[in-house]
């Protein structure tokens, strides 16, 4: 569950998003079949493209990856795929499960392809048959033309190939690929009218650059040459799908969002949803580097076909309530088959909120409405998801009932949300004290707190309540997963010095040598730092401010804090004082608390280190007194 906080104010931001979803995955594709290493950068990491990473090195490609720089670079194999006989888990991915069909079949051996329930439900008719054709064996586990399918393309040859495209133009961008790399050249045939004609583009466009020679023979048919591709240092741009939640959100809130290296020439069909907003009476300023919305005064309602940018029309229905006249979209019947049946998903969830939608079976009409507060389902959908957050940025009480499927296209997303609310987190009353294990915050901030007025909160204990349940639930630590889904489940709930997590009083619990000994790996883990972080500023928002205490907050929760203090102490005498309170041999914290400030100032997501405007506070030899009076002279609320 996640309740989203309205804006206070006005966004005004330029914006780095990650890489495209569909650009990252067609590189790596290209990559991976090319002659030579190429270089990717600002490479999406997201759940989808680690689905394709993930089978290309089942596919014998050589792949290094490097998160923290967005930077994959790949050892292509020069079309000579080998598979290592491990099946291939295409997770809920679309585009990896079409692009690798072919792929698998130029391995020329039997592979495996699985995937998670909800891609096993989409079908794949169209690219089955086309592989047939082409001499690939394909022997379905389960429905006829739907994953797990094994594939082998022992006897693999090329033909002459009609494509329909009315439903999914992926199968054809999926043939595209990797026809340099077939025995032959191929001549492809396009029949019916091309859904979403702007990824097509974007697949011709990205062979071009990778080296491959496709010729256009006429309308509709394409002769591909089986001459390769060559390796490239390739620059990928920002998605533009999800730059379409940060337009809609100027537009909505008369802001102002620039998303920096998505230019107007742009590959991305999905930028022509500024247009629309642009229609709606949105100010559009688009040139080579970059485009920026800024909402105005006017939003009328749009008519208007989303067929070659359909992946915005979730964007485009949460944002149809707050315009002046209804809106209609049509063009898009085949979303009824993407992650979601995306129409109805809409229509059901605004309806849900009191706004008059309905679904015409092409698309949907919107009436213009005031949204009432509710839980809005996401059907396991990432754009579902990252739509009605727009729409809770804008409107009060609206709850997403799993908002972790972002990770799909945009694992940070509501990081970036929490960009678009700096202008109104600048005025919050925030003092931010950070410092090492038992450096005596807890008490700091519980006297500043009660001499402030203002509330405090313990971060750490949210990050020791997670540990505990981690340790209840017999779970290992570093499984990532399991312990960012705890992290997701739990409820964790102050009252004075009392901490329940899911109704059990864990006060105690929390503080044991136990959860002493696994915490700081629990609180290594991105995931779970994302849900915490996401919590405690939105406790601050609802408050108007606060103290908190942890490692992080002034230097990754709150950086704009009005005061931000780092307190700290010689290891010896914070194991002394934590051995007075507890009672346990004093040579056995030193170990514990140096062991714990390692790991948390080593981790990669927000070590613990000193902001450079942080107040320096060494509480070696003060008493809680003295250091909170030094506090307090610099600190008003
Ligand atoms: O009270 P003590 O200083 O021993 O630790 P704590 O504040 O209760 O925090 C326990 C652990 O949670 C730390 O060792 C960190 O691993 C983690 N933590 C964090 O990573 N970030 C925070 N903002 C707070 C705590």
């Known amino acids: 569950m996640l309740s989203i906080d309205p804006l206070t104010k006005p966004p005004s931001i330029d914006l780095k998003l990650p890489g495209s979803k569909s650009i990252t ?19 999406l990491f997201a759940e989808d493209t680690l689905a394709m990473i993930d089978c290309l090195r089942k596919l014998g490609v050589n792949i290094a990856t490097d998160e923290l720089n967005e930077e994959i670079v790949v050892t292509g194999c020069a079309g000579q795929l080998r598979s290592n006989g491990d099946p291939l888990w295409v997770r809920q991915s679309g585009t990896t499960a079409r692009f690798i069909m ?26 089955f048959d086309v592989l047939k054709k082409m001499g690939v064996e394909i022997r379905f586990e389960g429905e006829e033309n739907h994953l797990p399918a094994r594939i082998n393309g022992a006897a693999l040859h090329v033909e002459k190939l009609h494509v329909n495209v009315e439903q999914s133009s992926q199968y054809l961008s999926a043939l595209l690929l990797s026809a340099p790399c077939m025995p032959n050249d191929m001549a492809l045939s396009l029949d019916g009218d091309a859904v979403s004609m702007p990824y097509l583009q974007m697949t011709l466009s990205m062979m071009n650059t990778f080296g491959a020679s496709v ?49 107007k020439a742009s590959i991305q069909g999905d930028i022509e949803f500024v247009d629309l907003l642009e229609q709606m009476g949105a100010e559009v300023t688009r040139n080579e580097q970059a485009i920026e919305v800024r909402g105005t005064d006017v939003l009328q309602g749009v008519h208007a076909s989303m067929k070659n940018f359909s992946d915005t029309a979730p964007t485009l229905a949460v944002i149809a309530p707050s315009a002046s006249t209804p809106s209609s979209v049509s063009g898009i019947g085949f979303i009824a088959y993407k992650e979601s049946d995306r129409i109805a998903a809409v229509v059901t969830e605004l309806q849900k909120l009191g706004i008059e939608a309905e679904d015409n079976g092409d698309g949907f009409t919107i009436q213009p409405g005031t949204v009432k507060p509710g839980i809005v389902h996401t059907y396991d959908d990432h754009r579902i998801a990252m739509a009605f ?25 509501f990081e970036y949300v929490d960009q678009l609310r700096l202008e109104g987190d600048q005025e919050l009353a925030i003092l931010a004290i950070d410092g090492p294990a038992g450096s005596g915050k807890t008490s700091l901030a519980k006297r500043i707190a009660n001499e402030t007025g203002l509330e405090y909160l313990d971060t750490g204990a949210m990050y020791r309540s997670v540990a505990a349940k981690v340790i209840e639930e017999g779970i290992d630590p570093e499984d990532k997963e399991l312990v960012i889904a705890i992290a997701n489940r739990i409820s964790i709930v102050f009252e004075g010095e009392e901490v329940f997590v899911e109704g059990d009083r864990l006060t105690d619990t929390i503080r044991s040598p136990q959860v002493n000994a696994v915490v700081s790996y629990v609180a290594a883990n991105p995931g779970v730092r994302s849900i915490l972080r996401r919590a405690q500023r939105s406790w601050a928002r609802k408050r108007g401010g606060g103290v908190l205490e942890g490692r992080d ?26 051995s007075l309170e507890s009672g346990r041999p004093m040579e056995e914290i030193l170990q514990e608390i140096t062991g714990r400030d390692k790991i948390d100032s080593s981790r990669m997501d927000s070590p613990l ?29």
């Open 553 to 578: 907050i002034g230097t990754v929760v709150f950086p704009q804090a009005r005061l931000k203090v780092y307190v700290t102490a010689t290891p010896e005498e914070r194991a002394k004082r934590r």
């Open 389 to 413: 957050t727009v729409l809770g940025l804008i409107s009060n009480g609206v709850t997403l009932d799993d908002p972790e499927c972002v990770a799909k296209t945009a694992p940070d997303f």
């Open 215 to 263: 010729e256009e023979v006429k309308k509709n048919q394409f002769h591909i040459r089986a001459s390769g591709y060559k390796a490239k240092d390739y620059e990928i741009e920002p998605d533009a799908s999800t730059a379409s939640y940060f337009f809609a959100t100027a537009a909505l809130s008369k802001g102002r969002v620039k998303v920096e290296g998505l230019g």
């Open 609 to 637: 280190s000193i902001s450079n405007d942080a107040l320096m506070v060494d509480s070696t030899g003060k008493t809680i007194d003295e250091v909170a009076e030094e506090i307090l002279s610099s600190f008003h609320v």
């Open 102 to 127: 072919p792929l698998a079949a130029l391995a020329q051996t039997e592979v495996l392809i699985n995937g998670d329930p909800q891609i096993l439900k989409r079908p794949h008719g169209e690219l």
């Open 25 to 43: 995955n067609r590189a790596l594709v290209l990559a991976a079949l090319a002659k030579g290493t190429s270089t990717l950068h600002r490479a």
